[in-house]
């Protein structure tokens, strides 16, 4: 069954000939859509109950609920103001969720509704994985297939020089807030989503654009002391995920002397599940056992300069072939 686009999701204007489609993970915006997601992140199979209690206890620990379905449908509308601003009305940029609605085959729908022959489809995440971005691209390609729609997807932007740019000022505003001194002794972890480590002998790209990323960004504003690290590694999976884990990072640099500590979650841009529990909760309670500091950046969310990057990757999109 169909189900209804959340507010927000479906083009705003039948008049627009050209459009966004706008993609994230998507995650539940109330306590009583926790299972159903949960259950559509595992193919249909629903979780475990004490599984499902952990993850309805880190939700908890948030507020209830997470904040990402609400940011992304920001990011959206402030994209398709800029691009309104700068090219006139003919625009129109959608939200596809993976995992809750409003899902990637309901956004495409629309835009086939919409009669909107030309779109670029934009992840919500920048560095590329058969194991994820190719995920979207499939299905948005599926829902699209037979229709008059063209989508252009833009399947990478981990180098994307004006998202590099956000990067460093994030880093450079925290560190600044942290004090001269402090800063100097300060270890910045770079952070991604883990997956299954046999993405390695795959060939994936995703293990390495994380490093790309970090040293671009460790380049443009100098960084004495950087790493990389990974959040959500499954600990349960049955096989290996890519590491090192952000906090055996800490762990083994706080065993080393250090007590200053950024983290900078360059794989992800809006708060959610993995940045305010992980990080907000998780590495603090850590930090505090440790007896180290642990900070963060901030998330783009909707900030304008961000926005200005997503334009950026349209723009990018447009441009390139069918």
Request: a negative charge; glycine letters at 8%; one cysteine or more.
């Amino acid at each position: 069954m169909k189900l209804s686009p959340a507010p927000g999701s479906a083009p705003s204007e039948t008049t627009a000939t050209r459009a966004v489609l706008l993609m994230a993970y998507g995650s539940p915006r109330r306590s009583e859509e926790i299972l159903p997601y949960y259950t559509h992140m595992r193919g249909g199979r629903p979780p475990r109950p004490e599984a499902l209690a952990e993850l309805e206890a880190r939700y908890q620990a948030i507020g209830g609920r997470s904040p990402l379905t609400e940011i992304t449908l920001s990011q959206a509308s402030a994209l398709q103001d800029l691009l309104r601003s700068e090219d006139g009305t003919g625009w129109s940029v959608v939200v596809g969720m993976k995992h809750i609605a409003p899902f990637i085959e309901d956004a495409v729908a629309d835009l086939v509704g919409a009669e909107v022959k030309e779109a670029v489809g934009v992840v919500l995440a920048p560095h590329y994985s058969r194991m994820s971005i190719a995920g979207y691209v499939e299905r948005a390609r599926a829902a699209s297939a037979g229709t008059p729609l063209e989508i252009r997807f833009v399947e990478d932007w981990h180098l994307e020089p004006s998202y590099l740019s956000w990067l460093a000022r994030a880093i450079a505003t925290r560190l600044s807030e942290i004090g001269p001194d402090r800063a100097q002794r300060t270890l910045v972890i770079f952070t991604a989503h883990s997956l299954p480590a046999r993405l390695r002998e795959m060939g994936d790209p995703y293990p390495d654009q994380l490093g790309e990323t970090a040293t671009a960004v460790a380049r443009i504003i100098d960084l004495p002391r950087w790493e990389v690290g990974w959040q959500s590694v499954a600990q349960d999976a049955g096989e290996p995920w890519l590491g090192p884990e952000l906090l055996e990072v800490v762990r083994q640099a706080a065993s080393g002397g250090t007590t200053e500590f950024l983290v900078c979650p360059c794989g992800f841009v809006a708060d959610h599940l993995e940045v305010r529990y992980d990080l907000d909760v998780e590495a603090q309670q850590a930090a505090a056992e440790l007896g180290v500091a642990i900070s963060r950046t901030a998330m783009p969310n909707d900030d304008p300069a961000f926005i200005a990057v997503l334009r950026d990757l349209v723009r990018r999109g447009m441009a390139s072939p069918g």
